[in-house]
């Protein structure tokens, strides 16, 4: 019974934070693709390129990444677009969760450490360090972006 009630006020709050466009932090720190890295400790940089194509497609350039578990990536993110567009870093399920709730409020802001969103020009980063093995994935969550094409896969492999 407890539980319930728990469930229910946690709900009550969160849709107020929701219909405002705000995003802060629900995720966490730790999540099954990993956590927030520390820029000393990164590795690798990815640079990775958002833009629209001719035919109307939008992506992410490059779309499939390979890391290894325990490293630490420094992602360049340059928006060479002419739109706004996200990088979001997440497993599958919670992209789809994401993407629902992107499109019954498109203007949510977000202050996730797995995610950023630049205007066109922009460049952005994020370090992120992948302490699970697995797959997981990029997207762009701006509405109608992802069914444009602008999502990808992250391979994680074990040590």
């Avoid at 990993?34 to 958002?50: Q, S, W």
């Avoid at 870093?89 to 450490?113: C, G, R, S």
């Amino acid at each position: 019974m407890k539980a319930a009630i728990f469930g229910l006020l946690v709900a009550a709050l969160a849709s107020p934070a929701l219909a405002s466009g705000s995003h802060k932090g629900g995720h966490g720190e730790v999540m099954a693709v990993g956590e927030p890295g520390k820029n000393a400790d990164a590795t690798r940089t990815i640079r990775v390129t958002m833009k629209e194509t001719d035919d109307g497609r939008m992506i992410f350039a490059p779309s499939e990444l390979q890391v290894r578990e325990g490293q630490t990536v420094r992602f360049t993110i340059r928006n060479a677009g002419e739109l706004e567009h996200e990088f979001v870093l997440d497993q599958q399920d919670k992209i789809t969760e994401h993407k629902a709730a992107m499109e019954k409020f498109p203007d949510m802001e977000h202050e996730d450490p797995n995610a950023i969103r630049l205007a066109p020009g922009q460049t952005g980063e994020i370090v992120w360090k992948f302490t699970n093995a697995g797959t997981f994935k990029i997207a762009c969550l701006v509405p109608g972006h992802y069914d444009a094409g602008m999502h990808g896969g992250v391979t994680v492999a074990r040590k």
